[in-house]
């Protein structure tokens, strides 16, 4: 039953194959299984190349069956069609363009299967691409916030700056009046005379100002900083929404794009392999000598072509003899005077009836 199985995967006569040897029926039995199991890898490779599209198994597992049957019967369409010739010339010339598209189905199945055999190789390339997006992202992301966080921050200085200036200069007007109370400056007298009075009163107002300044700029420090922070977390927000763009950046041209940058000679081998198989059948019916199956298929299929062609032939010479025997027949009634005078009595009565028609209808229209 298996064997029956794969002589139909084969795309051979089965009638005419059951009259062959054993042998006969077994090499194309072989051809079949080949054909068969280059169907069931292409319907692993599309299902899996599928399923990094979709991420869904059941539509992944649906189109890798419509696209199995799809080579399978392209396989079996190359294999069945090709017929052994009287030269070798002739045969290699017919089965060209069926082992170019043999070859282009190869790659087509081997690729798939090739990122699945190099997937932990893959996941590697890919995650390494992912984090320099991810940085380069961020970078990006970063560009549009950066020069106003600085600029803000600059803000923030500026107004430390003024305290930071404001308390030098009231620590100098306390150093005055301290010194000019200790007598080792200014005046030189100690004790807290008018002079100590006037510059005590210009520190203290120096120092209210100083308090003025420090509260003024802590409340615009405080809603600089609130700025900042909401900047801050825009731009988390923005990387966390980009983010898993970047995360779902395994597709299927990225993994092929990702195999590419491997060493390509696994890769090669791999082709080859596929390639080796899907050639195969094609290649085993060039090489082989004209078998007990060719033989009969060419037999029947002369029989057939001889015995069109005789009726073809047959069909003219109906065609010619019958019209021979018309033009004889036709010219014998020509010629007889009987049928001359029968037919110049009806055409008379026909042309007189003409005439008193058209008299009737010219009388009508006055």
Same mark, same amino acid.
């Given at each position: 039953?298996?064997?029956?199985?794969?002589?139909?995967?084969?795309?051979?006569?089965?009638?005419?194959?059951?009259?062959?040897?054993?042998?006969?029926?077994?090499?194309?039995?072989?051809?079949?299984?080949?054909?068969?199991?280059?169907?069931?890898?292409?319907?692993?490779?599309?299902?899996?190349?599928?399923?990094?599209?979709?991420?869904?198994?059941?539509?992944?597992?649906?189109?890798?069956?419509?696209?199995?049957?799809?080579?399978?019967?392209?396989?079996?369409? =190359?294999?069945?069609? *090709?017929?052994?010739?009287?030269?070798?010339?002739? #045969?290699?010339? +017919?089965? /060209?363009?069926? @082992? $170019?598209?043999?070859?282009?189905?190869?790659?087509?199945?081997?690729?798939?299967?090739?990122?699945?055999?190099?997937?932990?190789?893959?996941?590697?390339?890919?995650?390494?691409?992912?984090?320099?997006?991810?940085?380069?992202?961020?970078?990006?992301?970063?560009?549009?916030?950066?020069?106003?966080?600085?600029?803000?921050?600059?803000?923030?200085?500026?107004?430390?700056?003024?305290?930071?200036?404001?308390?030098?200069?009231?620590?100098?007007?306390?150093?005055?009046?301290?010194?000019?109370?200790?007598?080792?400056?200014?005046?030189?007298?100690?004790?807290?005379?008018?002079?100590?009075?006037?510059?005590?009163?210009?520190?203290?107002?120096?120092?209210?100002?100083?308090?003025?300044?420090?509260?003024?700029?802590?409340?615009?420090?405080?809603? =600089?900083?609130?700025? *900042?922070?909401?900047?801050?977390?825009?731009?988390? #927000?923005?990387? +966390?929404? /980009?983010?898993? @763009? $970047?995360?779902?950046?395994?597709?299927?041209?990225?993994?092929?794009?990702?195999?590419?940058?491997?060493?390509?000679?696994?890769?090669?081998?791999?082709?080859?392999?596929?390639?080796?198989?899907?050639?195969?059948?094609?290649?085993?019916?060039?090489?082989?000598?004209?078998?007990?199956?060719?033989?009969?298929?060419?037999?029947?299929?002369?029989?057939?072509?001889?015995?069109?062609?005789?009726?073809?032939?047959?069909?003219?010479?109906?065609?010619?003899?019958?019209?021979?025997?018309?033009?004889?027949?036709?010219?014998?009634?020509?010629?007889?005077?009987?049928?001359?005078?029968?037919?110049?009595?009806?055409?008379?009565?026909?042309?007189?009836?003409?005439?008193?028609?058209?008299?009737?209808?010219?009388?009508?229209?006055?």
């Amino acid at each position: 039953m298996l064997q029956r199985f794969f002589i139909l995967c084969s795309g051979a006569d089965t009638d005419i194959l059951k009259t062959c040897s054993k042998g006969e029926q077994n090499k194309y039995a072989g051809i079949g299984a080949t054909v068969f199991f280059t169907a069931v890898m292409a319907f692993i490779a599309c299902s899996y190349a599928l399923y990094t599209v979709f991420d869904n198994i059941y539509s992944a597992i649906f189109f890798g069956i419509i696209w199995g049957l799809l080579i399978f019967n392209l396989d079996r369409f =190359i294999v069945s069609t *090709i017929k052994k010739r009287k030269s070798f010339g002739s #045969e290699l010339l +017919q089965a /060209t363009p069926r @082992i $170019i598209l043999a070859v282009i189905i190869a790659i087509v199945i081997s690729k798939p299967l090739e990122m699945k055999i190099f997937e932990k190789e893959i996941n590697q390339v890919l995650l390494k691409e992912k984090n320099e997006m991810t940085l380069a992202n961020k970078q990006q992301l970063a560009q549009q916030y950066t020069p106003t966080v600085e600029k803000l921050n600059q803000d923030i200085a500026q107004l430390k700056a003024e305290i930071t200036a404001k308390e030098a200069s009231t620590d100098a007007l306390y150093d005055v009046y301290i010194s000019e109370a200790e007598g080792t400056a200014g005046t030189g007298l100690l004790g807290k005379g008018p002079v100590y009075s006037e510059k005590r009163n210009k520190h203290d107002a120096s120092l209210a100002e100083l308090n003025d300044l420090k509260e003024s700029n802590a409340q615009k420090i405080v809603s =600089i900083e609130n700025q *900042i922070t909401q900047l801050n977390d825009a731009y988390a #927000e923005t990387v +966390q929404n /980009t983010q898993p @763009i $970047i995360d779902g950046f395994d597709g299927l041209m990225a993994r092929n794009n990702a195999l590419e940058k491997l060493p390509w000679l696994p890769s090669f081998f791999i082709f080859l392999l596929f390639m080796a198989i899907e050639t195969s059948p094609i290649i085993a019916k060039l090489l082989a000598p004209k078998g007990e199956y060719d033989l009969k298929l060419e037999d029947e299929e002369t029989t057939l072509r001889t015995w069109v062609t005789q009726k073809v032939l047959q069909r003219e010479k109906i065609l010619a003899t019958d019209t021979e025997l018309n033009e004889k027949i036709y010219g014998e009634i020509a010629e007889e005077e009987a049928v001359y005078t029968y037919k110049k009595e009806k055409a008379e009565v026909l042309l007189k009836r003409q005439a008193d028609a058209f008299q009737e209808t010219q009388l009508k229209s006055l």
